[in-house]
């Protein structure tokens, strides 16, 4: 059932239904970035709420076992809540565990990443302002300060040359 | 651990773990609203995300069983994920039965309710704009309106005198 908003704009089902293997009706699964435009492993992407009547987006991510999201920054926040699997994140220049329902929050211009463990895919929920400034990538002197705490290091090994 | 953002401001955790009980390490669970202040039936309410860089913040409610939400409506919107549990929802002048990660969206000016069934309790995220406008409760005039679809009228019903 669609209803119409209060610009008489249709405005989509008012209840989308969870399907198997944690899609959704009336959501894509879609790419998590353009191949090619940055190192990442096993992403997908979800965007289960962009109305324009909300100043934020609700998006779901899942990591494949061993996958890995960009390691990036921007001056955006983010505000993450996991909703299932378990795995680890940088935020700055610390690694966390994480679990269902873990909160994570990353402040501006903080380098992050999240990884998925090796038994099970990691899903998340990210909540980001609508309207934001496109992510960076760390420059080659960016990871040479990062590598400089043993944790990081370790962290992003393997990832980049 | 906490860091410092942008600001200088200290940010709070970055990792907040999930308790036991669906509760969150450094969120209070607060009242839902002030008691006599509205109709509605055992809430709590938790904030999840306020960050003043984020135009949105996020919620976690819990509905205990044939608890209910107030019956209100308000020009901003609602964006909410059933986190567990099952219930129903009347959004508009439809009832939806919803479970587990189901999806809803709550358009500008709708009336609308939550209700967990009689079994366990209703959780559900809701995401909402950081500046919204007061929510309105239904007028004698309004209920008279909305009796007037069956399916609302038994939603409702023992609510209201």
């Known amino acids: 059932m669609a209803i119409e908003n209060d610009s008489g704009r249709a405005a989509g089902p ?23 435009s940055a190192v990442f492993r096993g992403m997908s992407r979800q965007v289960l709420f962009a109305d324009p ?8 991510f899942e990591v494949q076992p061993d996958g890995f999201s960009t390691l990036e920054r921007h001056v955006h926040a983010h505000a ?3 909703l299932h699997g378990h795995g680890r994140c940088l935020v700055g220049t610390e690694v ?9 929050s990353v402040p501006a211009l903080t380098w ?13 929920l990210c909540m980001v302002n609508a309207r934001r400034d496109r992510p960076q990538l760390p420059s080659r002197e960016d990871l040479e300060e990062l590598r400089r705490q043993p944790q990081v290091a370790a962290f992003i090994a393997h990832q980049f040359q």
């Open 14 to 36: 008012v209840v989308r239904r969870r399907k198997s293997g944690r899609t959704w009706e009336h959501v894509d699964v879609t790419r998590y970035k353009e191949e090619g």
């Open 53 to 60: 009547a909300l100043q934020a987006e609700l998006r779901y």
């Open 80 to 82: 993450v809540l996991v």
């Open 112 to 124: 992050h990443q999240f990884r998925a463990g090796p038994e099970e895919p990691l899903g998340f």
């Open 96 to 104: 966390f565990d994480i679990g269902p329902h873990d909160l994570v």
